[in-house]
């Protein structure tokens, strides 16, 4: 039996890249009425996303949420719903990020350079920094056990998302980088996730669970 998503905020421009991904997948159909969907996705606002609590806490299905710009109000309901159905929030979808997310925990042996994060986003992205880039400096820091210096954020023309942890020692500098392409690749992300979610018990997911258990069940 095919997997049935509900999108909420289908009629928006990453509504409309999982509709198309969704058509051309023959193991998921796209379910519009929410009371028969098996999950739902969300790629909105904070207003939006508390509205999408409330459709999965009414008919008791998983949710999966894209949506960036949270505060700590939408934060505390994505918890409290986690009590009751599978829920899992990412600030970008991309298998990408939560990979490079992964490698800040490598950085701990150089902790005493300098580090900084750099993100730029179309003219049109409200939030600034994005949603990404405190994802990765919460890890960053994590690893470094130290803050580091204020996000750099631009927005400017039609660029899909661009992140850089730029990190600079005394002899030396790196640079890890992840560049969208698209938007096909936030919205593959989330049916990658939905996907996955539909199988795990009521709880709170990252992006990094379900790139743990791709690495578990790998040959």
């Known amino acids: 039996m095919k997997l049935k998503i509900y999108i909420h905020g289908e009629k928006g421009r990453m509504g409309q890249e999982l509709a198309k991904l969704i058509a051309a997948d023959k193991n998921i159909s796209l379910e519009e009425n929410s009371a028969k969907a098996q999950v739902i996705v969300d790629f909105t606002s ?12 009414k008919n008791k299905i998983p949710l999966v949420s894209g ?23 990412a600030p970008n979808m991309s298998l990408g990020v939560a990979t490079l997310a992964q490698m800040l925990k490598n950085l701990s042996a150089i902790s005493d350079y300098d580090f900084y994060i750099e993100e730029t986003h179309h003219i049109h992205k409200k939030d600034a920094p994005s949603g990404t880039a405190l994802f990765l400096q919460e890890k960053l820091e994590q690893s470094i056990d130290k803050k580091i210096k204020q996000n750099i954020s631009l927005r400017g023309g039609g660029v899909f998302g661009q992140h850089r942890v730029v990190i600079l020692g005394p002899e030396e500098t790196l640079v890890l980088q992840h560049d969208a392409l698209n938007r096909t690749v936030f919205a593959r992300g989330a049916i990658t996730c939905a996907k996955w979610i539909c199988r795990q018990k009521a709880g709170y997911y990252q992006m990094g669970d379900v790139l743990n258990e791709s690495k578990s069940n790998a040959p």
């Open 67 to 89: 949506s960036t710009g949270l505060s700590k109000k939408e934060f505390a309901a994505l918890q409290k719903l986690s009590k009751k159905v599978a829920v899992l929030w």
């Open 46 to 57: 904070p207003e939006g996303t508390l509205k999408a609590i409330e459709i999965a806490e």
